[in-house]
């Protein structure tokens, strides 16, 4: 027993000890054998399946936008390669969070603060990309790229940004893009966006996002376990570029717009206006321009939070499309619903005389005549020429709310022109339904006589009124405004061409039409927009002044100005008995309170510039800040 | 024991004894075993060089050092074979005094991650001291428990020998190094076993241990370890902390199938998806880019080496070297279950080194002296008489 270890006497335990020792080792390399086996044959393609989903990911690759160009090629827009400066979370340890961030916020000169709030904003998950700056030049992206150890989960990323060759001037029109939002992340993830792309997010280029995006392609990649990409294995789908767009707007048009209505606001010190130029024949718009404006390139450089709040703030919304999103009184403009109405409907003929009064009473309450004095006996020339309250006044009473409410529609008013820009506002059309509807109340007889002026409930888009007077200068046909001509597809060939859009063909009869035409031309004639008559060439129209907001101590009103004009198609011998005019104007003037009315000068203005007139026939003592309804 | 002997080891034995003789008596398949199994972990060293993007051949390297490492490894081994092994029986409690010198030492002077003491740094090199402790251990247990023959059947011997190798246990703890600690309770656990210590007591020390563990659960274990003890059952609960290894290192190695996809060429080691894939998981790295039939392999060298090492204990006729023989089988036999047992998910992350293949100077130059004296007492031994 006690020399057990001495085989010759207990060999046995010995020998069981070893055995079972032996046992353990077979049993032990048999079990990891088992379980090696269990691994790689049982389940060897399960695993390798696992390994290779885990290394590669599908990735996008981005499809260039499409570019955008004017009516006559000139590009509108175009793509430039950036720097931004990205940062992927999920590789930034968070120990390490406020030094990389205050590192990277000063190689950046931002505050830290905005790193910080675009890492907590990340809208995917902790290891999609964020992005924390754009636009980044190229020694500061050099700088952050050989940082690189020190900043982890901070990359710099080559990416496409929007140059916008005329930056304010197009603004309104073409938009911008910017940031997927949170609202709009889990729709778009569908279609393929990602948490750090680029939409548009106003203007033409959300309009046409679908169109501009192109198809987003994707690419297999290989990736290490932090989600870096190695190497790129295979293209999967290739990228188709986007859609080109040609517009209707003339950059020269544009431009004189803009020039025309800059003069007159600051001559006056005026803060808002809108001028827009159409073709009545095809509803395309040749220029729109709404002061005041942005540029559309600080957004699409990454505009700063506090630039972005100057601009929201601001009280004449620069960010605000006028022409479209805004709607205002449109003052004696409106006359031509009235006049086109009551003729149609024969309650007036065109020799149909009209006595025009100083004031007409209705119960107790006085209606003026707008000069206090009328011109006795009028037509409708007289009366739309003189712009006469009075006869206008009898007008509506004639026709009653409802009948005026159809006119207006039948005008496009009350209804958005559906031009391919967002969000359009409708505009109001009152009538006896709306009145019960809005407010709960029927009309009253001098809210008739009001709407028959433009005045009181009455708003249009200054679109719904140039819109308007093109189908009166087009002989009855309502067009949809357009600024897209043509899409033009990744192969440069045209994949949609310019196609008219009608509304609808006026219910009217074309004499009336004929009879308003040329009552706009007796507006010029009569010397009631001064001296437009003396240009070389002929211009019809109507003038409007428009009071809002509230009296001043002496109960006088503020007050807007508009004036809508066009031109035969031969503007210096044609005749608006003609529905040929291929050059529709029109202005808005906010809150000018000048001695003649400001939307005149400014349509003046354009037409000088539009047609080449050398004379200058502006009278920029109409523009002296003063009378108030010296003019209508 | 207690006074240092002389007697047993005359120098005169050994330099009477011929070259030839000696030779003859050397177990070639053991040194050839365990020197395929150093060049497994020369391979996997390369292979991890190439795969972290330098030249393997560039001075730093993993390959390069592990080359170096082996060289050393092999003089050791020549030093130790040349030795005669019965010095060691009579150096017993130097041998001890020594092995605790070191462990104080690295807890003293050495470094490791995150505050804790695991090697000691020499100029350009480190070593783990804890790694030769073990070899050192089974030298003074196999002594301890070879001269306590007659006594077996007592629980005093056996308790003894569990007092033995309570302080350097402690000391591993200390660093803190959990895994080595549980391989110096296998060595203890291999070697009683071997020893013919009587069942009834053995079955009562198990009990014994059993009985600790939820002591040591709730006072000794600190919270990343009992994580880390626990994360192998349900590695899907943690997957980005100790989960994550454990998900990772079963991935590859079942991607690795039956052929593995070459060397170099492992997908999950190159895209740093595996941790430590030089150390404590070399496995899986072997096991992707191998496959089956490496994994086989490698298992067959380990089952070979064992077997060898088991015959050196058994055709000892001294108590000394069937003890030893048995610590080093034991030593051998559990790191590769609990480090290959945690590369595919079936034992706990312990952080112990797969022998001869995880990257480490001191753990294959302990392996090498720990050889080298089975080889030592390989050729010592006298003819058979049966």
Same mark, same amino acid.
């Given at each position: 027993?006690?020399?057990?270890?001495?085989?010759?006497?207990?060999?046995?335990?010995?020998?069981?000890?070893?055995?079972?020792?032996?046992?353990?080792?077979?049993?032990?390399?048999?079990?990891?054998?088992?379980?090696?086996?269990?691994?790689?044959?049982?389940?060897?393609?399960?695993?390798?399946?696992?390994?290779?989903?885990?290394?590669?990911?599908?990735?996008?690759?981005?499809?260039?936008?499409?570019?955008?160009?004017?009516?006559?090629?000139?590009?509108?827009?175009?793509?430039?390669?950036?720097?931004?400066?990205?940062?992927?979370?999920?590789?930034?340890?968070?120990?390490?969070?406020?030094?990389?961030?205050?590192?990277?916020?000063?190689?950046?000169?931002?505050?830290?603060?905005?790193?910080?709030?675009?890492?907590?904003?990340?809208?995917?998950?902790?290891?999609?990309?964020?992005?924390?700056?754009?636009?980044?030049?190229?020694?500061?992206?050099?700088?952050?790229?050989?940082?690189?150890?020190?900043?982890?989960?901070?990359?710099?990323?080559?990416?496409?940004?929007?140059?916008?060759?005329?930056?304010?001037?197009?603004?309104?029109?073409?938009?911008?893009?910017?940031?997927?939002?949170?609202?709009?992340?889990?729709?778009?993830?569908?279609?393929?966006?990602?948490?750090?792309?680029?939409?548009?997010?106003?203007?033409?280029?959300?309009?046409?996002?679908?169109?501009?995006?192109?198809?987003?392609?994707?690419?297999?990649?290989?990736?290490?376990?932090?989600?870096?990409?190695?190497?790129?294995?295979?293209?999967?789908?290739?990228?188709?570029?986007?859609?080109?767009?040609?517009?209707?707007?003339?950059?020269?048009?544009?431009?004189?717009?803009?020039?025309?209505?800059?003069?007159?606001?600051?001559?006056?010190?005026?803060?808002?206006?809108?001028?827009?130029?159409?073709?009545?024949?095809?509803?395309?718009?040749?220029?729109?321009?709404?002061?005041?404006?942005?540029?559309?390139?600080?957004?699409?450089?990454?505009?700063?939070?506090?630039?972005?709040?100057?601009?929201?703030?601001?009280?004449?919304?620069?960010?605000?499309?006028?022409?479209?999103?805004?709607?205002?009184?449109?003052?004696?403009?409106?006359?031509?619903?009235?006049?086109?109405?009551?003729?149609?409907?024969?309650?007036?003929?065109?020799?149909?005389?009209?006595?025009?009064?100083?004031?007409?009473?209705?119960?107790?309450?006085?209606?003026?005549?707008?000069?206090?004095?009328?011109?006795?006996?009028?037509?409708?020339?007289?009366?739309?020429?003189?712009?006469?309250?009075?006869?206008?006044?009898?007008?509506?009473?004639?026709?009653?709310?409802?009948?005026?409410?159809?006119?207006?529609?039948?005008?496009?008013?009350?209804?958005?022109?559906?031009?391919?820009?967002?969000?359009?506002?409708?505009?109001?059309?009152?009538?006896?339904?709306?009145?019960?509807?809005?407010?709960?109340?029927?009309?009253?007889?001098?809210?008739?006589?009001?709407?028959?002026?433009?005045?009181?409930?009455?708003?249009?888009?200054?679109?719904?009124?140039?819109?308007?007077?093109?189908?009166?200068?087009?002989?009855?046909?309502?067009?949809?405004?357009?600024?897209?001509?043509?899409?033009?597809?990744?192969?440069?060939?045209?994949?949609?061409?310019?196609?008219?859009?009608?509304?609808?063909?006026?219910?009217?009869?074309?004499?009336?039409?004929?009879?308003?035409?040329?009552?706009?031309?007796?507006?010029?004639?009569?010397?009631?927009?001064?001296?437009?008559?003396?240009?070389?060439?002929?211009?019809?129209?109507?003038?409007?002044?428009?009071?809002?907001?509230?009296?001043?101590?002496?109960?006088?009103?503020?007050?807007?100005?508009?004036?809508?004009?066009?031109?035969?198609?031969?503007?210096?011998?044609?005749?608006?008995?003609?529905?040929?005019?291929?050059?529709?104007?029109?202005?808005?003037?906010?809150?000018?309170?000048?001695?003649?009315?400001?939307?005149?000068?400014?349509?003046?203005?354009?037409?000088?510039?539009?047609?080449?007139?050398?004379?200058?026939?502006?009278?920029?003592?109409?523009?002296?800040?003063?009378?108030?309804?010296?003019?209508? | 024991?207690?006074?240092?002997?002389?007697?047993?080891?005359?120098?005169?034995?050994?330099?009477?004894?011929?070259?030839?003789?000696?030779?003859?008596?050397?177990?070639?398949?053991?040194?050839?075993?365990?020197?395929?199994?150093?060049?497994?972990?020369?391979?996997?060293?390369?292979?991890?060089?190439?795969?972290?993007?330098?030249?393997?051949?560039?001075?730093?390297?993993?390959?390069?050092?592990?080359?170096?490492?082996?060289?050393?490894?092999?003089?050791?081994?020549?030093?130790?074979?040349?030795?005669?092994?019965?010095?060691?029986?009579?150096?017993?409690?130097?041998?001890?005094?020594?092995?605790?010198?070191?462990?104080?030492?690295?807890?003293?002077?050495?470094?490791?991650?995150?505050?804790?003491?695991?090697?000691?740094?020499?100029?350009?090199?480190?070593?783990?001291?804890?790694?030769?402790?073990?070899?050192?251990?089974?030298?003074?247990?196999?002594?301890?428990?070879?001269?306590?023959?007659?006594? !077996?059947? $007592? *629980?005093? &011997?056996? @308790?003894?020998?569990? /007092? =033995? +190798?309570?302080?350097?246990?402690?000391?591993?703890?200390?660093?803190?190094?959990?895994?080595?600690?549980?391989?110096?309770?296998?060595?203890?656990?291999?070697?009683?076993?071997?020893?013919?210590?009587?069942?009834?007591?053995?079955?009562?020390?198990?009990?014994?241990?059993?009985?600790?563990?939820?002591?040591?659960?709730?006072?000794?274990?600190?919270?990343?370890?009992?994580?880390?003890?626990?994360?192998?059952?349900?590695?899907?609960?943690?997957?980005?902390?100790?989960?994550?290894?454990?998900?990772?290192?079963?991935?590859?190695?079942?991607?690795?199938?039956?052929?593995?996809?070459?060397?170099?060429?492992?997908?999950?080691?190159?895209?740093?998806?595996?941790?430590?894939?030089?150390?404590?998981?070399?496995?899986?790295?072997?096991?992707?880019?191998?496959?089956?039939?490496?994994?086989?392999? !490698?298992? $067959? *060298?380990? &089952?070979? @080496?064992?077997?060898? /090492? =088991? +015959?050196?204990?058994?055709?000892?006729?001294?108590?000394?070297?069937?003890?030893?023989?048995?610590?080093?089988?034991?030593?051998?036999?559990?790191?590769?279950?609990?480090?290959?047992?945690?590369?595919?998910?079936?034992?706990?992350?312990?952080?112990?080194?797969?022998?001869?293949?995880?990257?480490?100077?001191?753990?294959?130059?302990?392996?090498?002296?720990?050889?080298?004296?089975?080889?030592?007492?390989?050729?010592?031994?006298?003819?058979?008489?049966?």
């Amino acid at each position: 027993m006690n020399t057990y270890l001495d085989r010759s006497t207990v060999p046995d335990r010995r020998f069981s000890r070893f055995i079972v020792f032996g046992l353990v080792v077979v049993l032990a390399v048999g079990a990891l054998t088992a379980r090696l086996f269990y691994l790689q044959i049982a389940n060897g393609t399960e695993y390798a399946a696992i390994s290779t989903r885990q290394r590669t990911v599908l990735e996008p690759i981005a499809a260039p936008r499409g570019l955008i160009y004017d009516r006559n090629g000139r590009l509108l827009v175009d793509n430039v390669p950036t720097f931004a400066v990205k940062i992927r979370p999920a590789d930034l340890p968070n120990t390490q969070r406020d030094a990389v961030v205050a590192r990277l916020g000063a190689l950046l000169a931002t505050d830290p603060s905005e790193i910080h709030g675009a890492i907590d904003g990340n809208l995917g998950s902790a290891f999609d990309l964020v992005r924390v700056a754009q636009d980044v030049d190229q020694a500061t992206a050099q700088l952050i790229s050989e940082a690189g150890f020190e900043l982890p989960g901070v990359e710099v990323v080559v990416e496409a940004r929007r140059r916008y060759t005329d930056g304010a001037l197009m603004s309104h029109l073409l938009g911008y893009t910017g940031p997927v939002s949170a609202e709009q992340l889990p729709k778009l993830r569908d279609q393929g966006y990602q948490p750090d792309d680029l939409l548009g997010k106003v203007g033409l280029e959300a309009q046409y996002e679908t169109e501009l995006r192109g198809t987003y392609g994707s690419e297999s990649v290989a990736r290490d376990a932090t989600g870096r990409r190695t190497q790129v294995l295979q293209t999967v789908e290739h990228a188709v570029p986007g859609a080109s767009l040609t517009l209707t707007i003339d950059t020269k048009a544009q431009k004189d717009a803009e020039k025309a209505l800059k003069w007159a606001m600051k001559k006056i010190g005026m803060t808002r206006g809108v001028v827009i130029a159409m073709n009545p024949q095809t509803g395309e718009i040749l220029a729109m321009v709404s002061l005041p404006t942005y540029d559309n390139n600080e957004f699409a450089r990454g505009i700063s939070t506090a630039d972005y709040a100057k601009l929201l703030t601001d009280k004449d919304k620069p960010l605000l499309n006028h022409a479209i999103q805004a709607h205002y009184a449109p003052g004696s403009t409106y006359k031509l619903v009235a006049g086109t109405g009551a003729l149609d409907d024969r309650e007036i003929t065109p020799t149909t005389r009209v006595m025009t009064r100083p004031y007409l009473t209705l119960g107790d309450t006085k209606f003026y005549e707008w000069n206090r004095r009328g011109w006795g006996a009028c037509d409708i020339y007289c009366g739309f020429g003189h712009s006469s309250d009075t006869f206008f006044y009898q007008l509506a009473g004639m026709l009653g709310i409802d009948r005026l409410g159809y006119w207006a529609n039948q005008y496009g008013f009350g209804e958005p022109t559906g031009v391919d820009l967002p969000s359009e506002v409708s505009g109001i059309v009152p009538t006896n339904e709306w009145k019960q509807a809005a407010l709960g109340a029927e009309v009253f007889p001098g809210e008739t006589y009001q709407a028959g002026i433009g005045q009181g409930y009455d708003a249009v888009t200054p679109l719904q009124l140039i819109n308007a007077y093109a189908a009166l200068a087009n002989g009855g046909t309502l067009y949809q405004p357009q600024i897209v001509r043509d899409i033009v597809g990744p192969d440069g060939a045209i994949s949609r061409p310019f196609e008219p859009e009608v509304i609808h063909e006026m219910d009217v009869r074309s004499n009336v039409l004929r009879v308003m035409r040329n009552a706009a031309r007796e507006t010029v004639t009569l010397r009631h927009t001064y001296n437009l008559v003396d240009l070389p060439i002929k211009i019809a129209g109507k003038s409007g002044t428009a009071e809002f907001g509230t009296p001043d101590s002496r109960g006088r009103l503020p007050y807007s100005s508009f004036f809508v004009g066009f031109t035969p198609k031969d503007p210096f011998k044609g005749s608006f008995d003609k529905t040929d005019s291929e050059l529709v104007v029109m202005a808005f003037a906010h809150d000018s309170r000048t001695v003649g009315n400001a939307a005149t000068e400014i349509v003046k203005y354009f037409f000088q510039l539009h047609y080449g007139i050398e004379k200058d026939y502006r009278l920029p003592a109409l523009l002296e800040r003063g009378n108030f309804y010296q003019n209508d | 024991m207690g006074v240092i002997r002389a007697e047993p080891a005359r120098v005169t034995d050994w330099a009477a004894k011929s070259v030839g003789a000696a030779w003859r008596a050397f177990d070639l398949q053991l040194a050839t075993f365990a020197g395929l199994l150093a060049a497994v972990g020369l391979v996997m060293a390369y292979t991890n060089s190439v795969e972290a993007g330098s030249s393997p051949l560039e001075a730093g390297t993993t390959f390069t050092r592990g080359l170096m490492w082996a060289g050393i490894a092999v003089l050791a081994f020549i030093v130790a074979t040349s030795f005669d092994y019965r010095w060691l029986k009579t150096l017993s409690w130097p041998v001890y005094g020594l092995q605790l010198g070191l462990l104080v030492l690295t807890l003293l002077i050495g470094d490791g991650v995150g505050g804790s003491a695991r090697w000691v740094t020499f100029g350009p090199f480190t070593f783990q001291f804890s790694e030769l402790a073990k070899i050192l251990m089974i030298i003074v247990l196999a002594q301890y428990l070879a001269s306590r023959q007659a006594k !077996l059947d $007592s *629980l005093r &011997a056996i @308790l003894g020998a569990c /007092v =033995l +190798v309570g302080p350097p246990l402690i000391l591993v703890m200390l660093q803190p190094d959990l895994g080595t600690s549980l391989v110096f309770g296998a060595i203890l656990a291999g070697m009683l076993w071997m020893s013919g210590a009587s069942l009834l007591w053995l079955g009562a020390l198990g009990a014994g241990v059993v009985a600790l563990i939820p002591i040591a659960w709730n006072y000794i274990l600190l919270d990343y370890q009992k994580q880390r003890l626990t994360s192998f059952l349900d590695p899907a609960t943690d997957i980005s902390g100790a989960g994550y290894q454990l998900h990772q290192s079963q991935i590859a190695v079942g991607a690795g199938g039956l052929f593995g996809r070459g060397l170099t060429n492992g997908t999950q080691a190159q895209g740093d998806f595996l941790p430590v894939q030089t150390t404590d998981f070399v496995f899986s790295v072997l096991a992707e880019e191998l496959g089956f039939v490496g994994g086989l392999v !490698l298992f $067959s *060298l380990f &089952a070979l @080496l064992l077997w060898r /090492v =088991l +015959v050196a204990g058994w055709r000892s006729r001294d108590p000394f070297g069937t003890l030893f023989a048995a610590g080093i089988a034991s030593m051998i036999l559990f790191q590769l279950v609990v480090n290959v047992g945690m590369v595919m998910g079936i034992m706990p992350i312990t952080g112990i080194p797969l022998p001869f293949v995880t990257h480490g100077g001191a753990s294959l130059v302990s392996l090498a002296i720990g050889l080298g004296i089975l080889q030592s007492i390989n050729i010592r031994q006298r003819r058979a008489e049966w």
